[in-house]
């Protein structure tokens, strides 16, 4: 029996993780459950799920969950702050920790999870983004173990000879005759929109995502292809790879979702359909295999694969997060505070669906040559670049 502790559990992520853990209550039980401000849904999880504890980002949000769960007579413990969700992702009875809350707000629990050698399912990208080199240095470290959960880095994972699945990120591809990965997007809601319509994208357009439900600010990442950005980014560190080595595919269909290209002339891809219990039931028991509530393909009814290039006019932001990469640690995790503010702006109509990459672009070109090699550093970095960032939407 495998005790779980979900951080982000009212997020798609963790309602997706509870429900492939609610198919196998024979080998896993939820320890913990933690949320941001959504108290009635935390409520409704921990009703059904009958958690030992539960923690809400916000202290007034845990409050009035401590309330709920006392009034229904249940026995969760309620934790708060960020506080309280770093001590439940170190609890000692832990023994997988689900890193799923969006944005920087989830870096230091998961960090909390590695550095007492969980097993660490990650669908944080931006802890990866932020920290990148000092990140995989704790999972070597403390001996975590660190198993990707965005479909197209799990599905690379999958792609992997064994020995590499193993190794991680102590080995390079070439070692193992991998010549390139193939990240692939589904290239979002305006693939084929004009360009010259771009600046009339309203929030409902953005976050109406084809293939995924989604979060609205992964949705609107997902519609700039920043998403795919920060998957490149990611990608970089969990595979030990460099910039050249990773080429971003669209495949508008999202049912290959990512391949790992030999130098025999191979290509492994994993195909699946676009919901991420696949992705989260092999994490969940790696390297055994479980059910999980995903129908198989029906390769009948599938429609044609179509691949093609993404052209940077219409996803700037996803040629930041590659020039980021480059430039270094100081660059992506500028890039990253940057975006966060202004997709939040975008979703609360404060600018257009436009002026995101060009809010983006100014914070990099003004902070990427900065340094950040500590954990002060990468947080003072990312403080000063969403006080930039909110500078420039004040001078628009």
């Not at 998403?227 to 050249?244: P, S, T, V, Y």
């Not at 100081?330 to 702006?345: D, F, I, K, P, Q």
Request: include cysteine; hydrophobic fraction near 45%; aromatic fraction near 6%.
């Amino acid at each position: 029996m495998k005790h779980v502790v979900i951080l982000g559990a009212t997020g798609s992520i963790g309602c997706s993780t509870l429900s492939v853990l609610a198919a196998h209550p024979d080998r896993f039980r939820v320890l913990a459950l933690t949320a941001a401000t959504g108290v009635d849904k935390l409520f409704a999880q921990c009703q059904q799920f009958t958690p030992r504890f539960a923690a809400m980002q916000d202290p007034a949000a845990a409050l009035l969950l401590q309330k709920k769960l006392k009034d229904a007579g249940s026995a969760t413990e309620v934790l708060s702050g960020t506080e309280g969700l770093v001590a439940l992702a170190a609890h000692p009875q832990a023994d997988i920790v689900m890193a799923a809350i969006v944005g920087a707000a989830g870096l230091l629990p998961t960090l909390a999870a590695v550095e007492q050698g969980k097993t660490v399912l990650l669908a944080n990208k931006e802890a990866l983004v932020m920290t990148g080199e000092l990140f995989m240095q704790k999972v070597a470290k403390h001996g975590a173990t660190l198993l990707p959960i965005d479909s197209e880095h799990n599905a690379i994972f999958q792609c992997l000879p064994l020995p590499m699945q193993q190794a991680g990120h102590l080995t390079r591809l070439s070692e193992h005759g991998i010549s390139r990965l193939l990240l692939t997007g589904s290239g979002g809601p305006f693939l084929n929109r004009p360009l010259d319509s771009f600046a009339q994208i309203t929030v409902a357009e953005a976050v109406a995502h084809p293939n995924w439900t989604m979060g609205q600010k992964i949705s609107v990442d997902s519609a700039t292809m920043m998403n795919k950005g920060l998957e490149f980014i990611e990608a970089r560190w969990l595979f030990n790879c460099a910039a050249a080595d990773i080429q971003v595919v669209i495949h508008p269909q999202s049912i290959i979702h990512s391949m790992v290209q030999y130098t025999d002339g191979s290509v492994l891809a994993q195909l699946g359909q676009p919901d991420m219990r696949t992705p989260i039931a092999h994490a969940l028991a790696f390297p055994e295999r479980i059910s999980s509530p995903v129908q198989p393909l029906d390769f009948f009814t599938l429609q044609s694969f179509t691949f093609k290039q993404p052209e940077a006019a219409r996803y700037p932001n996803l040629y930041l997060a590659m020039a980021a990469s480059a430039a270094g640690q100081g660059a992506t995790t500028a890039l990253n505070a940057a975006n966060e503010v202004a997709v939040a702006a975008f979703l609360t109509e404060k600018i257009a669906f436009t002026t995101i990459s060009k809010i983006n672009e100014q914070c990099l070109n003004y902070f990427q040559s900065y340094q950040a090699s500590s954990l002060d550093d990468i947080l003072a970095l990312d403080a000063e670049t969403r006080a930039y960032a909110r500078q420039l939407l004040g001078m628009l």
